[in-house]
Structure formats: C-alpha cells, structure tokens
C-alpha cells in the first residue's frame, strides 16, 4: 500500500497549549481511515495543519509527499469539508461552487454534476441561509469532490445529520472509496464509524494512541469500547 | 486569472456589493442637488454664490462624497471571508495566500472605482440638472469633470485596496468599517482642519487635492490653498495604497485562518 497522507511528528502550540504533540501516523491509499478522538483531542487542528490553514510549530503533514501548499491546483488532487460555514450564506448553493469552480478553472458544467451527485439540484438556486444544516454538509461534500480529487478529507462530515442523511454519507464515502478514492474522516459517531470506515487513527490530548486496521483495534468488541477504554483508561 | 474571475464572482454574486453602491450614488447625488441651495440660501456664509466658478466647483466637487462605500466595499471583501467563513474555502482552493491577496486587491480597486464611476457620474447628472432651476449659474472650471473622474478612479481603486487590507488587519468585520467610518468621518475631518500642514498628506486631504479645486471657506474651515498640487497628492495616494497591500499581504502569509 501506498502512503498518501503523512504527519510526520507533528506539533502545533497555541501559546501555552499544545494542541498537537509530536503526531505520526500514515494514511494508505485507497482506504477510508477513521481519525478519532475525543473533543480537544487534536483533530480538527490536525487536519487544518495538513492542509494548510494552520502552520505547524514543529514537524510536516503532506499529500501525496508534499506540503499541501505545494501542491498544484489541489482542488483536482484533494477534496476538503472542515466545516459547514464554509460557504457565504447570501450566495446559492450554485453560486458559492462556482466561486470555487473558478479559482481552480473548473467549468459550471461540473458544479450542476457534483449538485446533482449530492442531490442538491433541485436546491442549487436557493441561498445558502436557507439550508437546513444537513443541506449544509452536502454542499460541503459537492465542494469536495468538485476537482474530482483522489483524495478526500472530512472533518466531522456527519454533524447535524439525521438517520437517512448518515445512512447517505455512509453510502456516498463508500461509493467513492470503492472508486480508489483515499479517505480521512474524523467523527465522534463511533457506532457508523465502525461501519464505515477500513482503518483507525485514535489521538488524544494530541497524541496518537492506536493506529490500524479496525479489526485489529476492536478485536471482539465495539470500536466504542475500544475507543472508551484507550481515551479514559478504563472501560465506562 | 482563474483567481481574478472568482474573485469577480464573489464581487457581483453578493446582493451587499450592489447595496454599496446604490448607497455610494444616493449619498452623492444627494451631496450635489443638496450644496446648491445651501449655497444659495448661505452665500455670505460661503463667501460666494452660484454665480462663481467656485460654488459650482464645490457643487459637483461633492460628487465624490460617495468614497467611503470604497473603502467599505474593500473591508467586506477580505473580512466577509472570515466573518462567513468562506475564507477556508477560499485558502483550500488557492493555499498559495499572496496570490490570493493580489487578486483580492485587484478586484477590490476595480470594485472601488466602479462604484465611484457610478456614483459621480450620476450625481454630475443630478447636479446638472438642479443647477439648471437655478439663475446666473457660473459654468464649472474647464478641468473639472476631468480631475474629479481622475480622483474618483485613482481614489476609489486605492480606497479598496486600503479597505482589503483593514480587513485582513481586522478580521472582524464592523470592527473594520466601525474604524473606517470613525477614521474618514472623525478623525480625518478634524485633523484637516486642526493640522492642515499634516492633514493635507492624509486620504481625504489628498483626494480633494486631486480636484484641484480653489475653494476658501475658513468659516467651514476649508481652505484648498493649504492643499498638495493634484500631481503630488495623486503620488501620495498611490503610496498608500502600495503600503496598505504590502501590509495585507504581510499579514495574511503569517496568521492560521480560522
């Protein structure tokens, strides 16, 4: 397997906080990894340090072997959801993808695909104001896949979603890992984490506490145990 | 150009952009029809009436009373980003930031000049048209029309720019257009007429050098006499505008975005 995604010992210090302590782990290609973590754990501060947005205090996260800001046009090679504000609530859905769709010379033909891929289509000419949060996070999704990138990189992709919009997720991650697509995810919902996802990263207070194939980590029982037992000590 | 033709999309998909500048015309066209009959009813206030070059200098001078929605339009641009949250969207897309930057502040100085465009432009026509009901009107300075187009492009490109940067200074939005406003409305005003030796290098001082208007009014406390020659101020201005972007690129290369 091929490396795709590396921290490579990784710090990222707020002041006085570590946020990130001394981080490495890989991600192989064509998996979906599970980046879990209890809230403050480090994650999302992860993710933000491996594409750019934050600048690490010591150490490297890279795609493909290169800092994401080296990368050319990384739209084409790296789809991102960090958030569900990302997008200006004034604007359409069709709109705000187009801005994007510009800055990386990607054509409106493309922004009414990936609408119509995360059935969103019929809501493309609606303000952004107006989605519920769930029609947030499938925007964000349309956003990510609009350079129809090889890699995807999901902060917490299944807030605010209800039963039939997890159970969507669940089967678009799947379709496109089943496209070779490499995916991180990170997530609190352990339960469709365990359904969803090939590998795990679990961190702590920045650290990184198990890192492998999901059957090696919840051996007989449940990735919440699993996860309960590493981040407390003890299983609740 | 991919950068500048998002950017341009952000400019014109945005219904607060075209609000700007509905709001920079209304406040100029009211600027113009208005200073007539002030003038007329306080001409010996003034000193002059509409039968002077001057007072109808001063007139359409006020065509470009609608600068501060530059500067306004500027700020929304660079911290609109951060208050929508569109700024990691638009880093995720473009991570290289300076690249980003440029294309910000292109589009903001052709937003900027748009808007002054516009807004002088139909406030000329207004105070054409109100100076007509008026009369022994005197007929404008022949250079008029000519500096004011010049001030309001050269004003309103460097105008947005310093608004892109305040925004990236500022992250937070009314806090940027709260100081801008206090700044343009307050401070400069006062410094101009407590300090003209240094309020003349400062931007308002230098836009209305730009006009090469001759206007003495110490009543109001406006005297152009004091002012930098429209070539010089011209210099000035664009200097701001080369410091301000300087900064903006500066400090965007520099802080995480939240």
């Known amino acids: 397997m091929t490396t795709v995604i590396a921290f490579q010992n990784l710090v990222k210090r707020y002041g006085k906080q570590l946020a990130v302590a001394d981080l490495t782990a890989n991600v192989e290609s064509g998996k979906i990894t599970g980046f879990l973590g209890p809230n403050g754990a480090g994650k999302s501060t992860s993710l933000r340090c491996l594409v750019g947005l934050a600048k690490p205090t010591s150490g490297e996260a890279t795609i493909f072997g290169k800092r994401y800001q080296e990368i050319e046009n990384p739209l084409s090679k790296v789809g991102t959801v960090l958030d569900s504000r990302g997008f200006h609530g004034s604007l359409t859905g069709a709109q705000n993808l187009r801005v994007m769709a510009a800055a990386a010379g990607i054509g409106n033909d493309r922004v009414d695909e990936v609408l119509s891929l995360v059935e969103l289509s019929d809501a493309a000419g609606k303000r952004v104001k107006g989605y519920s949060l769930g029609m947030k996070q499938r925007l964000s999704l349309a956003g990510a896949i609009l350079g129809d990138p090889e890699v995807l990189i ?65 051996g007989d029982g449940t990735l919440e145990e699993a996860f309960l037992r590493m981040t407390l000590g003890e299983l609740q | 150009m991919n950068l500048i033709k998002s950017e341009w999309r952000k400019l014109i998909y945005a219904r607060a952009h075209w609000g700007l500048l509905i709001a920079a015309t209304f406040i100029s066209t009211l600027s113009v029809v208005v200073t007539p009959f002030i003038i007329d009813s306080q001409g010996e206030l003034f000193g002059f009436g509409l039968d002077q070059t001057e007072a109808v200098d001063s007139t359409y001078a006020n065509g470009i009373s609608g600068y501060i929605f530059a500067i306004i339009l500027g700020i929304m641009l660079m911290a609109g980003e951060f208050r929508h949250g569109t700024a990691v969207a638009t880093f995720l897309t473009a991570p290289k930031r300076g690249s980003v930057l440029a294309a910000k502040l292109a589009i903001a100085a052709v937003g900027g000049v748009l808007i002054m465009w516009v807004s002088a432009g139909i406030s000329f026509l207004a105070g054409y048209v109100t100076l007509m009901s008026f009369e022994n009107v005197a007929s404008p300075s022949e250079n008029l029309f000519l500096n004011t187009m010049i001030a309001s492009t050269i004003g309103g490109a460097v105008l947005g720019v310093i608004g892109v940067a305040l925004g990236t200074l500022v992250r937070n939005q009314m806090l940027a257009i709260t100081g801008a406003l206090v700044y343009l409305f307050v401070i400069d005003p006062i410094l101009l007429t407590v300090w003209p030796d240094t309020g003349k290098y400062l931007p308002t001082g230098l836009i209305t050098a730009m006009l090469a208007i001759d206007v003495d009014a110490p009543e109001l406390g406006f005297d152009t006499s004091n002012y930098l020659p429209p070539l010089e101020a011209t210099g000035f201005l664009l200097l701001y505008g080369a410091v301000f972007a300087a900064v903006a690129v500066a400090t965007s290369l520099r802080r995480d975005i939240d």
């Open chain 1, 154 to 218: 999901l902060d917490e992709p299944a807030n605010g979603l209800d039963p039939a919009g997890i159970a969507w997720l669940r089967n678009f991650l799947r379709t496109l890992s089943g496209s070779g697509r490499t995916i991180l995810v990170s997530s609190h919902q352990l339960a469709e984490m365990q359904n969803t996802v090939d590998n795990v990263l679990i961190i702590n207070k920045g650290q990184l506490i198990a890192d492998g194939n999901m059957k090696e980590i919840i």
